[in-house]
């Protein structure tokens, strides 16, 4: 009998995770059923007792229950407390085991795909969501110069920035709105809000992308996302979406719940080209 994991989401019929974790698997040698699982908004809980009752060894959450696996959690990593949300669930002796990898695949999909550095850089992470606290932690242990979160509401911001200010030691860390940023430059910027899937746009000043920065989208798609088509026209000299924090997070998982890390490299390129494909 195969192990089984799947990802649980709502809606989760676009997920790429079935197929990069059936990819890791065949890489790996690894004998586990990997399935996407839609589950109701107002009953995640009870998804999750009848994946166990199944035999469930661990799952993958997405959008919109990250929050609500958190709070389900009979155990926490010390970067899934910190994030107050968890992606990656384990079922070990009858305990709910929670963790966050996506701080740790956008850092690595950053610094080893990318080849960015990020230690003495100024980043700027835009959105004070969940997103951005998942990531704020593994941003802050690489050391940058400075962390500006910005955000529509400067309250929620600041206070971001506050509740991560221990992790901060050397690094200059804030928060406000994005009229602060007028006048600034920066070496990263991030995108963790929802805008490139709404089609919002963000009222980032002209001028903040200092020279030979990067831009990077959390969200992917078939085409340029409307971010990176923003921060292109202000002058970003390099721009990536997050297809490969994507595989990076997952990669995290599967090395949590198998004790092997697969190599994303051939994943990430097999799942750019179909995307190409597609456009």
């Known amino acids: 009998m195969s192990d089984l994991y799947c990802v649980f989401g709502n809606p989760i019929a676009h997920s790429k995770s079935p197929a990069i974790h059936a990819a890791f698997a065949a890489q790996t040698g690894e004998n586990l059923r990997y399935e996407a699982r839609l589950a109701a908004v107002d009953s995640f809980f009870a998804a999750i007792s009848a994946f166990v009752a199944e035999g469930g060894c661990g799952a993958n959450v997405t959008v919109p229950f990250k929050e609500q696996a958190y709070r389900r959690c009979d155990r926490l990593s010390d970067r899934a407390a910190r994030a107050g949300a968890v992606n990656t669930l384990q079922f070990i002796d009858g305990a709910v085991h929670g963790d966050n990898t996506d701080g740790a695949g956008l850092v690595r999909d950053i610094r080893t795909n990318l080849g960015r550095a990020l230690a003495g850089q100024r980043i700027l992470l835009l959105g004070a969501g969940g997103a951005s606290r998942g990531v704020i932690a593994p941003l802050l242990a690489e050391k940058p110069a400075a962390l500006f979160i910005a955000n529509r509401s400067p309250d929620k911001a600041q206070q971001l920035a506050a509740a991560f200010a221990e992790l901060a030691a050397g690094v200059e860390l804030s928060g406000g709105a994005f009229a602060q940023l007028a006048g600034q430059q920066f070496d990263v910027v ?78 990430l390129a097999s799942l750019r080209a179909a995307l190409s494909a597609q456009g």
């Open 190 to 267: 991030i995108n963790a809000t929802a805008a490139s899937l709404s089609g919002d746009s963000l009222p980032l000043p002209a001028g903040i992308f200092a020279p030979g920065s990067l831009a990077y989208d959390m969200m992917y798609g078939k085409g340029e996302t409307p971010f990176l088509t923003l921060a292109r026209t202000q002058g970003a000299a390099h721009c990536a979406d997050g297809l490969g924090m994507l595989v990076e997070q997952a990669a995290e998982a599967f090395t949590l719940w198998r004790g092997k890390r697969p190599e994303t490299a051939g994943v």
